[in-house]
């Protein structure tokens, strides 16, 4: 790759990192062409990105953004960072569903906000509801008493409706 090109590619993963404040680091090596894909597209459905980096234009990005979260020792092997904004649950939970037919990847880190998790922490991300999941049991808890309202009032309806009936049936009878 020539120099503008690696200039070029630092670039835009210091822009992306900047627009994103979730980052995970994972060892993709053993992975296929088709797997990869695979991955990347399932990222994609969750509002993430995959990018194959090398560790030294990551090592630069990082610096560039002014983090220092990701520890000298995580630039060993082969590398890829999934980019992702205010949501560190979904990769987890794309990750851990992929690992249940693969051996890749291998998660290294995870970075929320510049504080540097281990590889371990992404079984508790993926066993968290998601950002979405959250939304829905809001949304569901503010509808519930609403519900019940409407419930209560229709049944006061019906009540109320019961008795004029009952009432019309009543003077029907009396004439």
Not at 54 to 61: F, R, V
Request: proline share 3%; no cysteine; glycine share 6%.
């Amino acid at each position: 790759m020539f120099r503008k090109q690696k200039e070029t590619v630092l670039e835009n993963l210091v822009e992306e990192i900047r627009g994103n404040n979730v980052l995970y680091l994972v060892d993709y090596q053993g992975l296929n062409v088709e797997k990869m894909t695979e991955l990347r597209r399932k990222l994609r459905e969750n509002d993430a990105k995959m990018r194959v980096v090398k560790n030294t234009i990551l090592k630069l990005a990082q610096q560039n953004v002014g983090r220092s979260a990701i520890t000298e020792d995580l630039f060993k092997g082969s590398s890829a960072v999934i980019l992702t904004k205010d949501d560190p649950v979904s990769p987890a939970k794309v990750i851990k569903e992929f690992l249940e037919d693969n051996e890749k990847p291998q998660i290294k880190a995870i970075v929320i906000d510049d504080v540097l998790y281990g590889a371990e922490k992404y079984k508790e991300f993926a066993s968290l509801p998601g950002v979405q999941e959250l939304r829905a049991k809001i949304v569901g808890a503010l509808n519930s008493p609403i519900a019940g309202l409407v419930f209560v009032l229709s049944g006061l309806l019906r009540g109320f409706v019961s008795q004029l009936d009952q009432l019309a049936k009543r003077d029907e009878q009396a004439s």
